[in-house]
């Protein structure tokens, strides 16, 4: 099983690179053959095309909108809608990028995001101190998710 994680974010908006920052910790450290950790930025369009490479599980890693407390991880899976909508180039952000894949000629594989609370999105760099100290549980998810995933495949 082939999976992918994918940090996106913004590193000039503060939290908005949480994405990223849990991706580059991630790709430091160990990962099995099977699985490629890239910190995408705001290259959604990047990603989509890559997810043409036939993934079998996305993990995207992202900020979530101020809507909870900040530092705050949630886990969920995305169940899209089919839709052939060609990307905007323009509208980098993930989901609009994600939602035109099956224009590309490909399709979303089995998708989870691990996404954060933020604290703070304004222009600046540096994670919030909640934010950051979110990072090395994110990184601990992820890596309990893909655990799950090879015991689910059987490969664990």
């Known amino acids: 099983m082939r999976v992918l994680i994918a940090g996106v974010g913004n590193l000039?908006?503060?939290d908005d690179a949480f994405g990223t920052?849990?991706?580059r910790r991630l790709a430091a450290g160990d990962l099995p053959p099977h699985v490629r950790a890239v910190d995408y930025g705001i290259?959604?369009?990047?990603?989509?095309?890559d997810l043409l490479d036939g993934w079998d599980v996305l993990v995207?890693?992202?900020a979530l909108p101020d809507r909870g407390e900040p530092g705050a991880l949630r886990t969920l899976e995305v169940h899209p809608e089919p839709n052939n909508v060609l990307p905007d180039a323009h509208g980098?952000?993930?989901?609009?990028v994600l939602a035109g894949l099956g224009?590309?000629?490909g399709r979303l594989p089995r998708t989870v995001v691990v996404g954060c609370q933020v604290a703070d999105v304004s222009e600046g760099i540096g994670l919030s101190a909640p934010?950051?100290?979110a990072v090395d549980r994110a990184?601990?998810?992820v890596r309990d998710l893909l655990d799950a995933l090879s015991v689910d495949a059987g490969t664990g």
């Not at 290259?43 to 095309?49: G, I, P, V």
């Not at 980098?92 to 609009?96: L, V």
């Open 12 to 14: 000039f908006l503060r």
């Open 131 to 133: 934010v950051a100290g």
């Open 43 to 49: 290259r959604s369009t990047h990603l989509a095309y």
């Open 92 to 96: 980098m952000d993930p989901g609009s």
């Open 139 to 141: 990184v601990t998810t």
């Open 103 to 105: 224009s590309l000629g």
């Open 21 to 23: 920052e849990v991706v």
């Open 60 to 62: 995207l890693v992202d």
